[in-house]
């Protein structure tokens, strides 16, 4: 099982990283006239299958990547907190720790620090800032879950530099999750879990409430491949929305369901996976079965569903959740259900294929995730569509959208000695058309082997 956060020192970093570190530490002794005392390393993720199951507390199976947010801290002996990023674009965010944090406008790179710091001012009353230096390789807005790793490479850096230390790094990934809930999404714990808990050479299977982790060796001579649609979806605007929809529209099918199984005193339950705990002998698709059973398949309103099921509307109104919905936003919650019931099957499936190295059955757990997806949680795009059909006829396996979705990129795997051949083709048939002006497309399409969590490096 996964243990604390232990400090490791620059001296023993493996070569690529040490010189990422020792690059960092350079600018920011350029930049702030001293030496950092730590840097973080808090790696993105790609997520293998379980999309959109994690807030409903069902499983999911990512694997870290080998691209990094990287921040550098000193402490300072006031309370700001001030960080830059090498990148020209991120302006300065500076702030009081004494100060209640509230967030900046709208998907300002500094609320994710921010919300970082909720973790150490949770363990000092009165703690001293510091100066942080951002680095990153992890494209933005493109399901790679580069926010929750600046959330927890900012977290770390900040506690580090706080003189806090022997963190436990399961522990961390549920703080981290929950106060990443400070920016507007409601989101699940699969990115900072997977940040901080990934082993090398393997996929994580992630369990939530609570939160679990098994890893599962992921097959020699396969490579895990991302290939960005051209398509950005960033949280801070309308892909945050419809992200909140989709959560909005599971609690209520949540409560739905409840009701329709013991409507004399239905059970407040929120989360899809409850339903199970609670009604042990349903079995999984009878729910859904239960739901397009009461409730029509198209958008409908609060009002509308408690109209149809002649009850209050107040029985099917999610609790615990920090930005509710307006009552008449159309819910589409029998779709909705199907896929995340449906996709919560997948999850056991593929990982117990990846365990068998039985690729065949894991190709097909992703296809039909990605059609689920599509289909059932219309989070897909025509550009998505493409780049599945693309990577599909270049040889690769299993390709789907990853992450959230609207955009973003697919994962699909590629047998190692094939990768050359596969970037050629899916450069030539989906890249080279609709970026007429670009000779290389290695920013947008790369392969890795999954990589280990997060690391805090100590520079003496
Ligand atoms: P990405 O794609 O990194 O924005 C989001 C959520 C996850 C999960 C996936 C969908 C955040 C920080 N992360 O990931 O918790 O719900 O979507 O499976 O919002």
Known sequence: MPGDLSVTSWRHLPAGEKDRVGALVEQFRKRFSRAPTFVALAPGRVNLIGEHTDYNGYPVLPAAMERHIAVAAAPRSDELVTAQATAPRFDLCTFSLRAPLQPASAGHWGNYVKAAAQLLLA???????????????????AGLSSSSALVVGAGLALLASAGISGLSRLSLAEEFAEAEQFVGTMSGGMDQACCLLAQEQCALRIDFFPLRVRPVSFPAGHHIVVCHSLVTAEKSGPARTAYNLRVWECRVAARVLAFLLNRLRP?????????????????????VDLLADHIPDRPLSLDEIARVLKADVGTFLPERTKA??????????????RHVFSEATRVELAEQALREGDLRTLHGAMRASHASCRDDYEVGCSELEALVKAATESG??????????????????????????????????????????????????????????????VID
Do not use: M, N
Not at 267 to 287: C, K, M
Not at 327 to 335: C, E, N
């Open 123 to 141: 363990r000092r009353s009165d703690p001293r800032g510091a100066d942080l230096l951002v680095d990153g390789t992890i494209p933005a807005g």
């Open 267 to 287: 059970l407040s339950i929120d989360r899809l996976a409850d339903l199970e705990r609670h009604f042990p002998s349903v079995p999984r698709h009878s729910f």
């Open 396 to 457: 690769a396996l299993g390709a789907r959208l990853t992450g959230a979705g609207f955009g973003g990129c697919t994962v699909q795997l590629v047998q190692t000695e094939q990768l050359p051949e596969f970037f050629e083709r899916i450069d030539q048939t989906f890249y080279a058309p609709r970026l007429p002006h670009q000779r290389c497309f290695a920013d947008y399409r790369f392969a890795f082997r999954p990589s280990s969590g997060a690391k805090l490096v």
């Open 324 to 337: 509710p919905l307006p009552l008449d936003t159309p819910l589409s919650i029998v779709r909705r259900a």
